[in-house]
């Protein structure tokens, strides 16, 4: 026989299914949905480090499918932790309580496992990974997420996220080292943050980077100047299909169909008619608006001036009876000089 060589095969599970260690969790593939407000809060994180720490971590908090394949991330917080080339020291207390206390301001939210700012996968990330893969406190039977955002200035946000498998000949072994698993990720972002993004994303060209908040009127106008603009594309593509400049899409056809079968069917007069009632109404509301508040100012400044009338009577009144009382006191003495003066004269009509 030949010279024989050991390999070591490893195979990604296509199913969800329980692995065979007690420790361990299901590798099921997972796809991953991000929200904003958990990338912005990790991005400000990293700012806040100290100068000599290379990246972060923390926990990841958010929602989970019945049968844990879709995990949603919504929220994250900061976890204290020292890392040098030898060893990782995390904060386990500090991570018990917060997550306590995160579950009771939002019992929706569950634990579905951390992020890093760095993108590097050592035998530390996989310690960190199993911490949060273990069972009782971690996400046990369903698999911690492990996000790693890169945080280089000047360099766009990047951001993957994985999965592990165990990996090892002994359970000793597998404690400290698994096996990350790429899986697929997807920024989402609701109507209502999508204008802050947008007003937060209109600093990136302005050389202070600061950007005004914008009224309700300008909003309006810059949502409109968005629909024309979308309009104009759909008008510009539908022409040059008609013509045969652009190649049909009857996926795309149909779409459109369906987009404009959602359009209430209004004519134009009482869109006009239906808009100016309600110009007129929010005109109505911010004038009453206007009034109470002059009318609320003008009682206030009412009650100031009559309190300060009220002081100046009083000191009024005061200064009045001060006198008075002086000048009783003054008539008091002169009569005391009169009865001396008469004294005299009665002792010369004795005598």
Not at 7 to 17: C, E, I, K, N, S
Not at 139 to 150: I, K, N, Q, Y
Not at 243 to 253: F, K, M, P, V
């Amino acid at each position: 026989m030949g010279d024989s060589h050991n390999y070591l095969h490893l195979a990604r599970p296509l199913a969800p299914a329980p692995i065979a260690t007690s420790q361990s969790s299901v590798t099921a593939p997972v796809s991953v949905t991000l929200q904003p407000q958990a990338l912005f809060s990790i991005i400000d994180h990293a700012s806040r480090r100290p100068a000599d720490q290379e990246r972060v971590i923390g926990t990841l908090l958010g929602t989970r499918s019945e049968d844990g394949t879709e995990v949603s991330v919504t929220n994250c917080y900061a976890v204290p932790h020292t890392e040098t080339a030898e060893q990782v020291e995390m904060d386990m207390d500090y991570q018990k309580r917060m997550l306590d206390l995160h579950l009771r301001a939002a019992p929706k939210e569950v634990l579905v496992g951390w992020y890093a700012t760095s993108g590097e996968l050592n035998t530390f990330s996989a310690l960190i990974q199993n911490f949060y893969s273990q069972q009782g406190e971690g996400t046990f039977p369903h698999p911690a997420v492990h996000l790693t955002v890169s945080t280089v200035a000047g360099q766009d946000v990047e951001a993957n996220t994985y999965i592990s498998a165990p990996i090892g000949v002994t359970a000793e072994r597998a404690a400290d080292s698994c096996l990350f698993i790429p899986v697929p990720h997807e920024i989402k972002y609701d109507e209502a943050s999508k204008s802050g993004l947008e007003l937060i994303a209109g600093a990136r060209d302005r050389d202070d980077r600061t950007q005004l908040m914008q009224t309700d009127l300008e909003t309006l106008e810059h949502a409109i100047e968005q629909v024309l603009e979308m309009l104009e594309r759909v008008s510009n593509y539908v022409s040059d299909v008609l013509d045969e400049e652009q190649q049909s899409s009857t996926a795309l056809g149909q779409f459109l169909l369906n987009t404009l079968a959602l359009a209430p069917k209004v004519d134009a007069e009482d869109i006009e008619r239906d808009f100016n009632n309600h110009i007129q109404d929010v005109l109505l509301i911010d004038l009453s608006n206007r009034l109470a508040t002059a009318a609320i100012t003008m009682g206030g400044d009412t009650n100031v001036a009559g309190s300060g009338g009220d002081q100046q009577k009083q000191q009024g009144g005061g200064e009045r009876g001060g006198e008075r009382g002086g000048q009783r006191r003054e008539g008091g003495g002169g009569q005391q000089q009169r009865s001396g003066q008469a004294g005299p004269g009665g002792r010369r009509g004795e005598q």
